[in-house]
């Protein structure tokens, strides 16, 4: 049997989820929310809410490139 490089014994299992938290709030969610925003910055993945989402709308669609609107 052959396991990924740092993997452990335990080959084929799942990775437990862990819940989602707003990088704004600190609201939390056991699961991707189709209304919550998944931004990449510096490398790092955030998950803001919906409502953090909405409050921060035009800062987000600011940091676009025009290709995008």
Known sequence: MTSLPGGSDNAGSVPERQPLVCA?????????EPTWTC?????????FCDACSRK???AI???L???WW
């Open 61 to 63: 669609e600011g940091r």
């Open 56 to 58: 921060n709308l035009r």
């Open 39 to 47: 931004s990449v910055e510096n490398g790092e993945r955030r998950y």
């Open 65 to 67: 490139d025009s290709a």
């Open 24 to 32: 704004g709030c600190g609201a939390t969610s056991e699961g991707p």
